[in-house]
């Protein structure tokens, strides 16, 4: 089995991160490929970045030569899944959903924590989007930035830490999904702190796209994810730069 | 990994066949252990035989030696999913919500389609207690039983895949989840009817049962599903009979 | 009038009390019948307990001779109402129900108070289930156990107090429902320290009771409460210890 | 125990038919005022005149000389309680409310079957305020008003007859709430045709009213009912006609 | 074009201050009648004062003469404009309403800070009715009221500064509409402190409805809104004072 | 002024279509610029192209030299209004918010109707979104595309006029917004048929996006729609073709 892993931002590090993280959960004869979109945002943070790593998205995933079995889109509270399902009859995972799918089988309710406050706005709209929000007990950000992890990480891991023992605590969160990534020791730190389970996206995302296809299932294409018309798309997709 | 998969009533031949379901969607390496309880109903349809097996089921898992990785229940929109999970610290996976939570990955609205009328607010509740049923579009019901099954399977069949195409087609449903089972060749009908994915809640079950064991996740213990306080209680379990 | 009131935990004191105050609440005319299950936890608290306590409460009621008019659950945020409801033809009232319908005549938002925790997502559920949610400004717990309560009940109390407080100036209640019984004096220190009405559940029950068999009504047997259809039941209901 | 029942309109005919209604429902005991406003519309059908009878309604009570235990405000859908709750300390049921709230001791939903078309959202808007929307399956009107009802009663209650049962077979609902009355066996045919309980209003707010009396509970005065501030009102109330 | 716009209370000095501010706002070639009602609340605070400004609000513009081309109702969380919208094809605008609409085109939040208590249930009944609740994140007051505002205007500008800075940065609002009026400085100070747009209801109102009439669009008359049902009327309007 | 309308599509004909139906509902003094995106599908259906759409509108109105004061997104329930926002301080409206925000001044309901079936869930979200799907009575299709209105626009009329007049019997709508445009008398047709007030979004759109220049509003900076931070985009904008 192949599932392609994209990274909707175009550093090449945090893809490396994503795949190495995407292929310790997957099972012995799945291959994990991440794919870096050719065009796009260092960092996707915000609704006019996240339109741009939708559209890069899918067109890394158009260029990508088939056969294969699924795709998780690896960004957290990102546009652009439903139109990966139109294009494509395989699964497509987005890991937003897949931490909050997975989290609410493990309590009745789930808060995730990010970093930056801009981005709160677009993970709750993802969750609404995927029918996940209603055991969403709150969605929390530290306030730092990916720059700010850079300078201190220190720093930015206790802040995160901090959301999650809060939404444990006044938000009444039984579960916590992790929605920054790349700092060692995150998780641990907050299951230690919080004494709740910690959900980390990709890895959901990788056993639940498995899981879809080990059953057989692919997309609906009956009304919302049905295959764009034939039609004349002009000047797309961009060449490459 | 074993996983024990435990029937909501007391007729061993359901619990044979939920058996072999699971075990067709097991990984290699996988453990499928189907249980039967040792009281209640021989079908379960109603609240009151519902909270009956809620019960069994719980006693059927506590009396069951240890250890075991992970306990589905195998009843459509059946009580007792939260009691099991504060007995035990593996997951608990209730068929109804796995079923649900995988239709979400396919399409944007799914149904549910059932046999008996009276479940249907049983499982519209069950789909509310898991926070899976904003993107429901109905539970439909062909009104038959299970003996009405056994005197023409062919009707019930038909009646099925008529109210799973009412559901596509009037509930703009893009995925079907089937509450009943039994019927041989019904998932085959209902995507030749439909043309949507058909979600079996026990075969989706397995999968997230064993995601949630590979991703070493466990129940959150924090406040709804802490375990029983220790207290007397008078009277139970009942003495076998 | 004979109104049977079920307790949902098994020890007799707690029976009698609450039997006191339906009989204090009740019209000339009604006859009280406190009954205590013959199995289950000595105090509910979770879910485990309150499933058994379910399925004990029924049994209870199925033994208990004809005639009798209504039947009250007294116990706060407990599984099983829907049950009895499908057992019998007469009105079954719960008193997490009876207190919040109550509290929604006299103010535009209400709150529950309780003891522990862990019960505040049941009585949630069980507002949810009962359709009364919407102006439930918070459901909030003191903390402190039963156990707790007998060590120091005036600590107790004034927790509870403090709880009620925060409701109606942080949560914005304008009624309390008091989810915990047995205090002395509660009851009058909530509406000296707060100045809203607090509403008991018990009490609140048998008026309703009353006037619902007054009127004449009973349990719609039209769909989810229909009777159990004819079927083998195994091994149940347990012999008595 | 005294309790006013105001009619919401100047129809002194329907004044007695409610007072009548009342007085069947209400115990020993409990003496019955039914009051007609002294300003308004001879029978109330949408916003305009649903005000009218608002204001209407408080300045009939505020006349009333004191003592009394409770007002019931009877009419369906209409505007107004809230400010009968701020005029007086004693409980206020209006009977939309009433009738809901005892619907969902009955069944897991409840439809109300008004007759004119335009009062519908009125009604939906009512038992929003009450927080009594959850299970409400719908509000169905026949589309026959006060007029045609004079004309050819028979066919006004044929109508009514078949939202009921169109109500429950297609709705789902459980319970049946008369949003009309006056129209002779209507109660009785409604039972017949569909099987399922139906509540009248006014019978349901006496009930409640008594219940709350006999509770010693009233209005809470905490924020939403607190009394009007002192001030100046300008020409007003108005002078008798 | 001709617009009326109706202050809810009787105080003439508010309606001066209405005025200005609609004409303020209008464009030109608009016409702004500023109207008072005969009779009512010097200043409408509560249901009971709410209800009476409703009728008032309406029998003034049912006493103006034709033609006119829209009507605004100036009051925040008042009753009343379904009943205008009966008697009257031309759009009718509530401020509350027109604030709302408004705020949510420049932020994907917004939150009401208004002076009493008392009217944040109002204000936020009137959101639900107009459908622009979905977006609010709060409805705040300050506590102090108009008279208090008379006494110390810098305090209860202060009061309401400080509230519009809670909303932004405890309850995630991005637009604050201001929801009482006449303090001097008070839209610049809230901008100030919080650096999110400001939108005043009246000044809205105004451009809505100048939209309305250009756009030739006028009130449905087709179910809720269609005009009162020719009957006869007792004893109302009332005798000029 | 001068408001820039943005159509989604890459055809000019629709571009000019749009423009004119703006111009028409300009005040004097304002100057509508149609604008067309270099890149896109000749006609938006489904999200594929929708994301597409909104990153070739964002890309054109950034290429568009300053100054300007407004910004229409001319396309009916199509992605990335939001990325918009981030990038411009003026006011930015999209049709299908505009439309509804205005229907909801007339009536108490409304309905979309549109052409293509797939686009339904489309206009729901981006409703969602925008805080205006309370009072949505249904979005309705005629199952039509733009193709078949080419070969016969008389039977595609026909076809969204029997959508509306559905909307306003069966699902209760009290207002219409077409979702649909192009067809000569449409407005008319549909008008004539149920009796209700049509909207159409793009003059809406000018009228309010006027209204918010006039009022000196301009868009919340404060979080969801705060400037992109700075960083670097790799490969884009794309060389024009």
């Known amino acids: 089995m192949r599932i392609l892993v994209v990274n909707v931002n175009t550093t090449q590090s945090i893809t490396d991160s994503i795949g190495e993280q995407a292929a310790g ?5 799945t291959e994990i490929v991440p794919l870096t979109p050719s065009f796009g945002a260092e960092s996707v943070e915000g609704n006019y970045e996240s339109y741009l790593a ?13 056969p294969f079995d699924a795709v998780i889109q690896a960004g957290y509270g990102e546009h652009g899944r439903e139109g990966l399902q139109e294009l494509l009859d395989v699964p497509v995972v987005d890991i937003t959903e897949a931490a909050a799918s997975t989290a609410q089988f493990l309590g009745r309710t789930y ?5 930056l406050d801009r981005t709160v706005p677009l993970i709750e709209e993802r969750l609404h989007a995927a029918g996940l929000r209603a055991r969403c007990a709150s969605v929390r950000a530290s306030g730092l930035a990916v720059l700010d992890l850079e300078r201190d990480e220190e720093a930015a891991v206790e802040a995160i830490v ?10 009444r969160a039984e579960v916590i999904c992790l ?7 995150l998780t641990e730190r907050v299951v230690e702190r919080t004494g709740v389970p910690v959900v980390d996206g990709v890895s959901a995302a990788v056993t639940i796209a498995e899981s879809l296809v080990r059953l ?8 919302t994810y049905a295959p764009p018309r034939p039609k004349r798309i002009v000047n ?6």
Chains 1, 2, 3, 4, 5, 6 share one sequence.
């Open 25 to 29: 959960a997957a099972s012995r004869g």
């Open 236 to 241: 797309w997709p961009p060449q490459a730069g």
């Open 54 to 66: 939708a559209v890069a998205v899918m067109e890394t995933v158009r260029a990508y030569p088939e």
């Open 162 to 171: 901090e959301q999650a023992a809060q939404a444990v605590e006044i938000d």
């Open 216 to 223: 057989g299932l692919t997309t609906s294409k009956v009304r």
């Open 111 to 115: 808060s995730v924590v990010t970093s």
């Open 179 to 185: 929605g920054c990534g790349g700092m060692s020791g």
